[in-house]
């Protein structure tokens, strides 16, 4: 979070414009506005109660935002370093909500290992990062959504016959991110496949390459964001699993939960989510209904 130094700024930038309406001033009064650089009386932030998480942000003016640097159509690093996809369009929209900017983001890469840390932590204020909703994970942090409903599968090599769904991962080795979903739902369910946990899903992409794994599971939207990219990988089968995806919060952090999930809602009905989509994965996949927010 940045310093309340930029809420003080605001503060008296609004102060000043309110000052230049009541005197009148015709053409003083529209050059007061246009200098203020606070945008139009329509994106200032809510009036939100004293103390919630909601006014903390909007009176600091940044939010930071922990998210996937690996992952095509979700979560990819581009070349200025921001990081690109749906999970992205998402966190904007919700700092939009906030009266925040997206040049006063922070995007913090998350792994799959360190999401529930850095909310303990207090690194990030928000994990948007693929990040399926869970009971285990509900006792250590908060989720608003789902936002997504995505499901595991499996990718492979597009010349490899022998993998056409989850029963045929018995003896296979399969490449996939320790504290994932997908890892214990393998190691639970397939208890015959070989897998390998490594950090980021990204890691297993040579791995594949070379014959040292013979698949790579994890959520169907990520896998067809590396095929989409590697005309020699293909999804296989159909997803066997179903995964919300939510966005990670301070655990007990009920009101700003609430907010997050109001703001979804919102996204659902004026456009704004789907229009999110179709910028990014849409490009790939089929543009699906969104889901029903879970207010437990």
């Not at 015959?192 to 014959?211: F, H, K, M, T, W």
């Amino acid at each position: 979070m940045r310093s309340a130094r930029t809420g003080l700024i605001a503060l008296l930038s609004v102060s000043t414009l309110a000052l230049a309406a009541c005197s009148g001033g015709g053409d003083d009064a529209v050059e007061a506005e246009e200098t203020t650089g606070g945008g139009t009386a329509s994106e200032a932030p809510a009036d939100f109660p004293e103390g919630s998480t909601m006014a903390a942000l909007a009176e600091e003016g940044s939010i930071t935002i922990g998210t996937k640097f690996d992952q095509p159509l979700f979560g990819l690093r581009g070349p200025d370093g921001t990081p690109t996809g749906f999970d992205v369009e998402i966190g904007k929209i919700i700092a939009g909500k906030l009266g925040i900017a997206e040049d006063d983001i922070e995007w913090v890469e998350t792994v799959s290992a360190n999401r529930e840390p850095f909310i303990q932590s207090g690194q990030v204020d928000i994990v948007i990062a693929t990040y399926t909703i869970n009971d285990t994970r509900k006792e250590v942090v908060s989720f608003a959504g789902p936002y997504y409903e995505a499901g595991q599968s499996i990718l492979t090599l597009t010349e490899n016959e022998d993998i056409q769904g989850p029963d045929d991962l018995a003896g296979k080795r399969v490449c996939t991110v320790s504290g994932s979903t997908p890892e214990a739902n393998l190691i639970e369910n397939y208890p015959e496949a070989e897998v390998q946990a490594l950090q980021a899903y990204s890691d297993c992409i040579e791995p594949l390459r070379n014959g040292q794994v013979d698949a790579i599971s994890t959520d169907n939207v990520i896998l067809a964001g590396f095929a989409a990219q590697n005309p020699d990988l293909e999804v296989r089968g159909e997803p066997f699993t179903e995964e919300p995806y939510g966005i990670g919060l301070a655990l007990d952090d009920t009101d700003f939960r609430m907010w997050i999930n109001d703001v979804l809602e919102e996204s659902f009905e004026d456009g704004s989510w789907e229009q999110a989509w179709t910028e990014t994965a849409g490009t790939v996949l089929p543009t699906p209904e969104p889901p029903a927010v879970d207010r437990y």
